[in-house]
């Protein structure tokens, strides 16, 4: 009898929590400006606060090189040499997605840099921070980006946002010069499922511990959420984006997953212009069964990003089966698969 009665709490505690956070979900579209900036404001005091963990969190963040083993890389100081490459993680992300990818351009020849940062503060202060970090290094030639995720949106910020005026830093030598930009599960129209980041936090949190670089503070450390508002399709930072032109003086690629084996008539590699859709690109398909599963697969796209989402205007496009992790990780680390954005990018790199 106690039990059952154990249930039916836990079922109606578990019904109250959907309900409230529906509702929160629902409302929160109102005030989003103001959550923003309270957001913001509780960063900047956590910072106040905790002087000596926000030092030491600082020594994490930054350009640090790949050494090709398991042991811990170290920041990169002075000069360095040229074919580097920067490997920028996204939300919630401490970077270890990239592991697979670094070691295959580790054994290339490639110089891989990491860029660690509070991936939670607001994508324009990581925006800033990734052009202060360039701007302390004596990087020699050309220089490629790689994000996955939110990381393509920190980098493609950098780029083109006139306050930060990297193009004018370029020309004066102040900044390496980037000659490609590739995306990996971009969301560069937002992503809605950046309301429930709370989930992403967590396995962010759990998987610093077991690699032995979390500590009491670190979920507040690296931001208090604002980027996850500015993921959102409606936030002011992506109107803001989408409003400013690709950089024209720089190769842009994007790499987008697919879960879904619809639509059938996907072509694997296209390039949109501005005044195509998505849709517009595949066929028509008489079979409307086969057209509604072919709109559900633009949805759904890599699980967490939709195609319609991640395919930017002007810029090639291949697309790769499998999620937003599996385009670049594999899920058990004794597996033998090769993700398929590897070989995407490591083409990329050799045309």
Known sequence: ????????????????LLGVTLVYQTGRTFFLKQEWQARNCAYEMVKLLFPDAWDRACDQYGLFCFNGSEKPMQK?????????????????????????????????GYLVLFFFYPDDQRIDASSRLLFNNLSSLSLAGPVVLVGHSMGGLVARHML??????????????????????IMVGTPNHGAFLSRFRLFM??????????????????????????????????SEFMRHLNSLPYP???????????IFPFPVNMPEQFQMTGNQTL????????????????KAGLLIGDGLVSINSSVPFNVPVTLVKGNHKTMLANCFSGSSRIPPAIPVILDILEL
């Open 1 to 16: 009898m106690k039990s059952v009665n154990f249930k039916k709490k836990l079922t109606r505690l578990f019904f109250v």
């Open 76 to 108: 990169c100081t002075g000069v360095v040499e040229s074919g580097s490459i920067i490997l920028i993680h996204g939300l919630d992300e401490p970077g270890l997605i990239f592991e697979p990818l670094a070691l295959a351009l580790h054994r290339k």
């Open 160 to 181: 083109v946002d006139p306050v930060i005026d990297y193009a004018g830093a370029r020309a004066r030598t102040k900044v390496p010069e980037i000659s490609d930009l």
């Open 201 to 234: 936090e967590i396995r962010e949190q759990c998987l610093l511990a077991s690699d032995h670089r979390w500590h009491r503070l670190s979920g507040f450390i690296d931001g208090t959420g604002a980027a996850g508002i500015d993921l959102l399709p409606q």
């Open 248 to 258: 024209g003086d720089v190769h842009c690629h994007m790499i987008a997953g697919h």
């Open 279 to 294: 849709e517009g690109l595949l066929l028509s398909e008489k079979n409307y069964f086969l057209s509604v599963l072919g």
